[in-house]
């Protein structure tokens, strides 16, 4: 034996076949990693007698663990020396790899499993199969751990025949018992037929693969079209919004720079009125001065001399009566500029909608075709409940808010501001986007279904209130088969079945309704454009009619 196996066996743990981890001595001699050793007795616990897992020799009580400093001095010895890499050798066989069964003590890999033998073998101990006659004929295999499983559990033979009628490996004894009759072939017939299969579904699962690897080289270019077209648009947008903005600046800058203008030339020609009215007080002054001398002069002739000297009064050429209206100067100004504000918001309003919508409505990939099938359209479906706060006072709501049914008295519900008042109808709870896929069970008397905008008007008996009478709803009249939207009603072929089916694509604005029976009958398909989520809407106008939204398991 080589020097490297000797440290090997003495050195290497007989449970994990590795390296020794923190090694132990018992009583018995033979040593064992701490934990392995520990995690054997652990599952002796419940018999209370433990034993050596090599010699069989057993210890009551269960012997206390500790370090064997030695093995663990010489362990460390072998790190360093090199020889871990040979304890650690990819030739061993380890928990999870398949044993040879040949080899004793210490367990080489498997490289072949033999079918015939049903035993595996390393390297060495298969080499017999490559040179002895009989046994090259043996069926070799990669490394297998379940051998077993190819000898019938009844008979003890090889499973070599493949039962067609059941669907099961056997061997020759049950070809000939149990299996007598069935189709049968040999198991490597069936292999052969069943790989030829596989290699036509492996061609097909490949151009499958091409097929989607050009799909996603199509998607990514895809991708980088949406975000050039994305950053061009919120580029393109900035530049707008900013030229608007720029505007609008210029605007008040202008309006702030007529206003002062205006401010300046009004106070300039007020101040040039107030400066010669000053100047004509200032002369008055002096004139009244005079007069005020001449009354207080004694000598009558020097009186009456300079009396007719004083120069004759003119009239004012700006009149000390000036008519200052009640003007309220630039507040007009400031009305004009928030009438403008007014008009710019709703603007604005009707415009950011209109390019919300613009946004939303952006789909790259086209939409799924409507499905053919009912199963199709189930993939689609989504549970519908009433909203009590919608339904008239009439209506009586069960089986979790999904059933409808009109009764002779009122329903004690609140007064609520979205319930129908005139009309027996109610609305889902829910919003409806994207594709949904929904069904109504009727009985009893005339039924309207459909779908509405949520701001429909609730009160009172005109068309905006009825489904299918205005421009915010779509309704199907299973009574008079006709579909209704703004109050055009258009005949359309006649529900013969119960049960109704409605298919809603808000994306790509498709609404249908269908027959639901064994097949889907198309009764109306209206393609439009939704500014908005939808609710489910029913209408029931006989007392006793009922309708159920059915509930998709």
Known sequence: MEHNQLDRETLCCSICLDLLKDPVAIACGHNYCMNCIKTHWDEEDEKGIHSCPQCRETFTPRPVLKKNTMLAALVEQMKKTGLQAAAADHRYAGHEDVACDVCSEIKLKATKSCLICLASYCEKHLQPHYDVAPLKKHKLVEPSKNLQENICSMHDKLLEIFCRTDQKCICYLCSVDEHKGHDTVSAAAEIAERQRELEERQKKIQHLIQDREKDVKLLQQEVEAINYSADKAVEDSEKIITKLIRLLRKRRSDVKQQIRSQQETEVSRVKDV????????????????ELEQLSHTEDHNQFLLNYPSLPALSESTHSSSI????????????????????????????????????????????????PKSRDGFMRYSCEITLDPNTAHT?????????????????QSYPRHPDRFTHYYQALSRESLTGRCYWEVERSGGPTIIGVTY???????????CLIGDNGKSWALNCHDSKFGHNNIWTSVSGPGSSRVGVYLDHGAGILSFYNVSESMTLLHRVQTRF??????????????????????N
């Open 394 to 410: 009439q209506l009586l709501l069960s089986e979790g808010n999904r059933k409808v049914r009109l009764m002779d008295q009122p």
């Open 274 to 289: 107030q400066e010669k009215l000053e100047q004509e007080i200032t002369e008055l002054k002096r004139k009244d001065a």
């Open 323 to 370: 008519n200052i209206r009640p003007l309220r100067h630039f507040e007009d100004v400031t009305a004009a500029v928030s009438e403008l504000r007014e008009k710019l918001q709703d603007v604005l309003r009707d415009s950011w909608t209109n390019i919300s919508l613009m946004v939303t409505e952006v789909d790259v990939l086209l939409s799924e075709p409507e």
């Open 531 to 552: 500014s908005e989520p939808l609710l489910a809407g029913v209408y029931v106008y006989n007392t006793g009619c009922s309708a159920e939204f059915y509930k998709p």
């Open 454 to 464: 949520k701001n429909i008007s609730r009160v009172g008996i005109g068309k905006d």
